[in-house]
């Protein structure tokens, strides 16, 4: 069984390596995607309050539209610190999307119409999840967004079937034999490294699996047989005042605190306030909870509590902190970007050991043809 494992193992990495290698960086340094975003476009990024309250909402969204008149917003992320909104719009009739940045307390615009992937972070996310593959017109639409799928599994595999195979390793688990040869030493930290990044590479896995999959369902499967509505103009009453909903949300639930505003994209749907609530789970992501509004009456529809739904979904909601590591402020986000980049070393060491072993091998089964040669002779 563990020699079979052991074929497993060795292959998956093999066929995985490079992907993996992507993956593993990409993610490391996006764990620290706020802070690196503040870094490089400081200007837009931040804001500096003069004043203790955000604008009416209705104004601001009132000064996008004046200011991008060919574009319809789309959604709208919300900050109350020192972070400046993110409004996401849509070119009028041809589904691409752009981003700009707003100071939510003085109304200025703070940047201009980008792609989604334009900045830096953006773009090393989508390489994170799809290797840019989303966007060639010689493939699928969504193959990379597969491929990112298929290699999350396989990376589930890598760390399952490493627990398993060098599980008694946990008896010496920071020993390493540094007076041996090469080959012992890098076996020693290969494994080493495996069995302590194993449980964590297993949840960025599982995690990382859901997110590709859920938006392949969503891309693929519910839009299989037409596809997004194309904007040309807003799909809720001039009438609706987002500002009252935003007030109104709060009243909805307990606690609750806004930070995304989802516009009707389809003919079908509604408005949506996303946001945050006071919990004793720390996992609670800052999207776990959402008030639904009709998008010609503003009327309230439907609340969703994560308080009060069933372990699943508290458990579906948590994998946002637990594959962004920042559940624990700075300390688990450190952690997570060390783990993160363990691939790169156990690929490393193990495509090292792998070829050491090939090649002994090799060498055994000629010095056997050569003794069998002379026997003969």
Do not use: C
């Amino acid at each position: 069984m563990r020699k079979t494992l052991f074929k497993i193992h060795s292959w998956i990495a093999l066929i995985a390596i490079i992907p993996l290698i992507v993956i593993s960086i990409t993610g490391s340094v996006l764990v620290f995607k706020s802070e690196i975003d503040g870094l490089l476009m400081p200007e837009s990024h931040f804001v500096i309050s003069t004043q203790p309250e955000r604008l009416n909402m209705d104004e601001l969204i009132s000064i996008t539209q004046n200011a991008y008149p060919e574009y319809v917003i789309g959604s709208w992320e919300i900050f109350n610190d020192d972070t400046a909104d993110r409004v996401y719009l849509i070119e009028r009739e041809s589904q691409v999307w752009y981003k700009f940045h707003l100071n939510q307390y003085t109304g200025d615009v703070l940047s201009t119409p980008v792609g989604t992937s334009h900045y830096f972070t953006d773009w090393f996310l989508e390489l994170h999840y799809t290797f840019l593959l989303n966007d060639l017109k010689s493939l699928p639409g969504q193959t990379g967004t597969v491929l990112g799928f298929f290699f999350a599994l396989f990376l589930l595999v890598l760390g399952i079937t490493g627990l398993i195979i060098y599980r008694k390793f946990w008896q010496r688990l920071f020993t390493v034999r540094w007076r041996a040869t090469l080959q012992i030493v890098l076996s020693d930290i290969h494994k080493m490294t495996g069995v302590i990044g194993s449980p964590i590479l297993i949840v960025l896995a599982i995690t990382g699996g859901y997110f590709n999959g859920a938006v392949w369902y969503h891309e693929v499967l519910e839009h299989a047989e037409e596809e997004h509505h194309a904007l040309t103009k807003n799909l809720y009453s001039k009438n609706v005042s987002f500002q009252d909903i935003l007030d109104d949300s709060k009243r909805q639930i307990a606690t609750f605190n806004s930070t995304y505003l989802v516009m009707p994209l389809e003919p079908d749907d509604n408005i949506t306030v996303f946001g945050e609530v006071n919990s004793n789970n720390p996992l609670a992501s800052e999207y776990a909870n959402t008030v639904s509004y009709n998008k010609i009456t503003g009327e309230h529809i439907a609340n969703w509590d994560i308080r009060q739904v069933g372990l699943g979904w508290k458990v579906l909601d948590s994998f946002r902190k637990l594959h962004f590591g920042y559940f624990a402020g700075l300390i688990s986000k450190i952690l997570w970007s060390f783990i993160g980049l363990s691939p790169l070393w156990l690929s490393a060491t193990g495509f090292y050991l792998w070829f050491t072993r090939r090649k002994r091998k090799k060498q055994s089964q000629i010095n056997r043809h050569n003794k069998q040669r002379t026997i003969t002779a």
